[in-house]
């Protein structure tokens, strides 16, 4: 058995090894840092921006949706809890990132809010309200502010207005509006027979034809080294997982 000295010795040692430049407790900053940065979604590489585009395109969906429903109002309300989260971000450097796509986000949920909540029975208004934020976002490009977030909010509206032509196109209106009105027990049984409609030769080639050019738009933004053309990507992404999270639900028996 080693002696007492032995013990004594390696217990001296510990705290100047933890303490040290390389020690254990020297790394945490580091670490801590570099979370601190992807837990602030401030992305380094193009698949992290383009996962925060997918998550956050998901956002008015999964999470709007069912409250906008019972409650409007707030909806509308809570976009003003956007916009001041992201003008608190922006400008600190570490945060600008989520800043902008906090901003960039808040256009969308109000849109989300005001059709849901009072529009929802017509599907023609769906996107001309959608487009709310458009004439912001094109002037923020024009004048170079704010790319992230304004790439956000049209990523995510080029996103609804191809889905929402792939509807108009595929004469699907007549189901969303009975969706709108029938009891969300009926909900399932509408959204299967609209799911018929589309299973023709037309109904499948041009969903083809849709999800390959919002993938080409999301591969040429991906390759890019600009950040905001990774959030671009990455709503475009979304869309396409999101629509098709409908379809395989339509599909089941």
């Given at each position: ?54 998550f956050?395109v ?67 208004w ?38 929402d ?21 009926d ?67």
């Amino acid at each position: 058995m080693h002696d007492s000295t032995y013990f004594n010795a390696i217990a001296i040692r510990i705290p100047a090894i933890a303490s040290g430049p390389s020690g254990f407790l020297a790394l945490i900053p580091k670490q801590l840092a570099a979370a601190i940065d992807a837990l602030l979604l401030n992305p380094r590489s193009a698949g992290l921006g383009i996962t925060l585009g997918i998550f956050l395109v998901s956002v008015p969906v999964f999470f709007e949706a069912p409250l906008v429903r019972t409650a409007p109002v707030l909806c509308v309300a809570l976009t003003a809890v956007w916009v001041w989260l992201g003008e608190q971000c922006r400008p600190h450097p570490r945060t600008a990132f989520v800043g902008e796509l906090c901003v960039g986000l808040s256009w969308s949920w109000l849109a989300g809010a005001i059709y849901w909540g009072w529009f929802r029975w017509e599907p023609l208004w769906h996107l001309p309200i959608e487009s709310i934020g458009l004439p912001i976002a094109l002037w923020g490009l024009y004048r170079g502010r704010h790319r992230v977030g304004h790439w956000f909010y049209l990523g995510s509206l080029l996103g609804t207005a191809v889905t929402d032509l792939y509807f108009y196109r595929l004469h699907l209106m007549p189901y969303w509006r009975a969706m709108m009105v029938a009891p969300p027990a009926d909900g399932i049984t509408i959204v299967q027979a609209a799911f018929t409609q589309i299973q023709t030769v037309e109904g499948v080639m041009i969903a083809m034809a849709c999800a390959a050019f919002l993938l080409l738009l999301a591969w040429i933004g991906g390759r890019s080294r600009q950040r905001h053309y990774w959030v671009f990507s990455g709503t475009l992404v979304g869309t396409l997982l999101v629509d098709s999270l409908f379809v395989v639900l339509a599909s089941l028996p």
